[in-house]
């Protein structure tokens, strides 16, 4: 019995060493504008820690699932784009498959499949848009307050061709829906901004912006002053006389 109490303990704290471990990499990871290198550099430290441990663990897979978009992201040549996406999209898999009810692992698989599809071209934006589409379906269902996910339906519901699915109220609706959830989530006054602009709703558009960019305490900050508030700005100025 004593034996069994042991290890049950030693497994108990393993699991809150690997919690505090990812916890601690989500915080370099949001604000990684400080530091860009050496902070993503500690995120990638941290996950590859825990899956040392554990390489079944879906908290530290979607994590780096996550990075690895971002490493993506910040390829300018069209094969390594692809393969960190390919890596980033194989990371979520695993996620999925190890933690069927964590919304992150739906979230960052249409992510990943969401760069591949647009890094690689309209055909297979259209190949893949279903389960683009399902992923973050799936991900609001597991955890109706996860924000992001309404971003990425917004998302796609603009930029999917109308033949596709692709709706411009829906979007609307998607992304109002998240804003009403956490109105510190920058990237969803831009997305919603982008749906107002293609809808000709220019003064709609500006008052979003604007509140993008006066924002004091956003939810992911890194997100925010890298590219949200910049977008924003760039936005303005694009409809400034419209």
């Known amino acids: 019995m004593k034996k069994v109490i042991l290890v049950s303990l030693i497994a108990v704290v393993a699991l809150f060493a690997a919690d505090a471990r990812l916890k601690e ?6 604000n990684r504008h400080k530091d860009y290198k050496g902070y993503t550099n500690k995120v990638y430290a941290l996950c590859k820690e825990v899956l040392d441990e554990n390489p079944n663990n879906p908290q530290a897979l979607w994590r780096l699932s996550r990075l690895y978009s ?3 992201d910040n390829k300018t040549a069209k094969s390594e784009k692809i393969s960190r996406y390919e890596t980033a999209r194989d990371y979520a ?10 919304a992150e ?11 591949i599809a ?3 071209g309209i055909l297979k934006s259209i190949a893949l848009a279903g389960p683009i ?5 799936k ?3 597991l955890n109706s307050n996860f924000v992001p996910a309404y971003d ?3 998302a796609w519901y603009t930029e999917a061709p109308g033949f596709a699915g692709g709706d411009l109220n829906k979007a609307a609706e998607y992304l109002k829906k998240g804003l009403s959830k956490d109105p510190n989530y920058s990237l969803l006054y831009v997305d919603l901004a982008k749906v107002y602009i293609k809808q000709k709703k220019f003064a709609d558009a500006r008052a979003l912006l604007d509140k993008c960019i006066a924002i004091s305490k956003p939810t992911n900050p890194a997100d925010f002053y890298l590219e949200d508030k910049p977008k924003a700005k760039e936005l303005l100025a694009e409809i400034k006389n419209k």
Do not use: H, M, P
Request: net charge positive.
């Open 25 to 30: 990499s989500d915080n370099y990871y949001k």
């Open 70 to 72: 971002l490493y993506g």
């Open 93 to 102: 898999e695993k996620a999925k498959a190890n933690g069927v009810t964590i």
């Open 105 to 115: 692992s739906y979230f960052w698989y249409g992510v990943a499949l969401g760069r």
């Open 118 to 120: 647009q890094t690689k």
């Open 133 to 137: 589409k399902q992923a973050f379906e």
């Open 139 to 141: 991900a609001c269902s």
């Open 152 to 154: 990425g339906l917004g």
